[in-house]
């Protein structure tokens, strides 16, 4: 069975420092990733995906994810965090079997400190 | 604006009274489904629909049914609601390949005293 893993509950960091999620995988065949952002009071939002092709995905509102499949993780990433980017983030993997099914980390949430 | 409406936001019912969820897409998406989330245990799948007509069971589906009358449409039904059913519910559709993302209604808050 498809699952991942959000080793960190929380990551705290301060504005203008480069930020790291970590996201560990395991699926049989090839994976089908994704970041989705929770904001307070809101429902998921999407992030960024990785499918095929090169192994650093740009997404939306300026983060990133790093593919890795010899360290099977998908790492999210953004170069300078803002107070903004505080929330709840999670990674997903596509199941392969009932492939339309996403398989949830337990979310790691970001705080951003001024 | 392309969007998944669920309605209500919050609810607050007694044990044992019915009561649904409803869930509707404007992006004419085949599949969607229903997610509980819970503290720690991140979002877990309820239902899900293929098409209209066809619906199957997720991970957790016990003390829930689903319909899909309807490709915009796709209501979740607590016949006889419990308190272990308290959670943040989210209805979420997408296109019917595996390479496309899903996009999230605004969720359901709902309390069963």
Sequence with gaps: AQSVAQPEDQVNVAEGNPLTVKCTYSVSGNPYLFWYVQYPNRGLQFLLKYITGDNLVKGSYGFEAEFNKSQTSFHLKKPSALVSDSALYFCAVRDWYGFQKLVFGTGTRLLVSP | ?113
């Design chain 2, 1 to 113: 604006e392309a969007q998944v409406t669920q309605n209500p936001r919050y609810l607050i019912t007694v044990t044992g009274k019915k009561l649904t969820v409803t869930c509707s897409q404007n992006m004419n998406h085949e599949y969607m489904s229903w997610y509980r989330q819970d503290p720690g245990l991140g979002l877990r799948q309820i239902y899900y629909s293929m098409n209209v007509e066809v619906t199957d069971k997720g991970d957790v589906p016990e003390g829930y049914k689903v319909s899909r009358k309807e490709k915009r449409n796709f209501p979740l039904i607590l016949e006889s609601p419990s308190p272990n059913q308290t959670s943040l519910y989210f209805c979420a559709s997408s296109l019917g390949t595996e390479n496309t993302e899903a996009f999230f209604g605004q969720g359901t808050r709902l309390t069963v005293v």
